[in-house]
């Protein structure tokens, strides 16, 4: 079973820097396979990449994911207000089976 | 893009069940994975199993093995997890994804 940990809990910017965010998995994740989902208060996750660094349809291309292996980053260039939220990475497949990290939480400073 | 449409919340007690529905739309629903996860309050996701409905047999994660079934009706494009046994830990908000997509989430609070 594969496990995801991610880091920091807790990263607390200003508006307009750049947040670095971790997913490490206990064992090797096919690049094809990764997602990072955004969610806020009271909604649903919200797919911002997948296959580790493809950016969903709709997502601002300050939002960027890279890594392959165990260690992957979701990186927001500039943080916009709105882009205050929990930060999820998930492994998935053509299975049912999902595993997701246990968020990072992005907050204002 | 399909999208998804599930029940609404429910207040249950201790030691009832609880079924919740995904309803599918804009999408080939048979042949892609549905999966069920739940946030409790505070925490995080948590994957409790899946369904891939043209297969029509589900896998469960260990924890939740023995007290959630998960089943799906083609001919309505609907899912279902019926979790049993209910105590106040299973308090949370149920999602159903069918990746990309998720459902607007489902509040199941189970209180005496």
């Known amino acids: 079973e594969i496990v995801l940990t991610q880091s920091p809990g807790t990263l607390s910017l200003s508006p307009g820097e750049r947040a670095t965010l971790s997913c490490r998995a206990s064992?090797?994740?096919?690049?094809?396979?990764l997602a990072w989902y955004q969610q806020k208060p009271g909604q649903a996750p919200r797919l911002l990449i997948y296959?580790?660094?493809s950016r969903a349809t709709g997502i601002p291309d300050r939002f960027s994911g890279s890594g392959s292996g165990t260690d992957f980053t979701l990186t927001i260039s500039r943080l916009e207000p709105e882009d205050f939220a929990v930060y999820y990475c998930?492994?998935?497949?053509?299975?049912?089976?999902?595993?997701f990290g246990g968020g990072t939480k992005v907050e204002i400073k | 893009q399909v999208q998804l449409v599930q029940s609404g919340a429910e207040v249950k007690k201790p030691g009832s069940s609880v079924k919740v529905s995904c309803k599918a739309s804009?999408?080939?629903?048979?042949?892609?994975?549905i999966s069920w996860v739940r946030q409790a309050p505070g925490q995080g996701l948590e994957w409790m199993g899946g369904?891939?409905?043209?297969?029509?047999?589900?896998n469960y994660a260990q924890k939740f093995q023995g007290r959630v079934t998960i089943t799906a009706d083609e001919s309505t494009s609907t899912a279902y997890m019926e979790l049993s046994s209910l105590r106040s830990e299973d308090t949370a908000v149920y999602y159903c994804?069918?990746?990309?997509?998720w459902g607007q989430g489902t509040l199941v609070t189970v209180s005496s």
């Open positions: 994804a069918s990746l990309p997509a």
């Open positions: 804009g999408g080939t629903f048979s042949s892609y994975a």
């Open positions: 369904i891939i409905p043209i297969f029509g047999t589900a």
């Open positions: 064992q090797s994740v096919s690049s094809s396979y």
């Open positions: 296959g580790a660094s």
């Open positions: 998930q492994q998935y497949g053509s299975s049912p089976e999902l595993t």
